[in-house]
């Protein structure tokens, strides 16, 4: 995983819908999951939505922790 994409998810913001400015990193699962059955966006967003989707699925949300603290 790269670090710089890690981090992107605890700065870049949901730029539209029910989440429209909340942190990629705190959106809900099912929200995430919701872009997984209906597909991702195009671009640097769904990327970034596919990345958190895996990381929430499979249980992985303590590797944002320590990132966390830095920012």
């Known amino acids: ?6 981090e992107l998810l605890l700065t870049r913001e949901m730029p539209y819908g ?4 909340r942190k990629i990193a705190e959106l809900p699962g099912h929200y995430l999951n919701w872009f997984a059955r ?6 640097e967003i769904g ?3 596919q990345l958190m989707q895996e990381i929430d699925h499979n249980g992985l949300k303590g590797l944002l922790e320590p ?3 830095k920012t």
């Open 1 to 6: 995983m790269d670090p710089e994409q890690l």
């Open 18 to 21: 029910k989440y429209k400015g």
């Open 38 to 43: 209906e597909g991702f966006p195009e671009g």
């Open 47 to 49: 990327r970034l939505l």
């Open 67 to 69: 990132l966390k603290r």
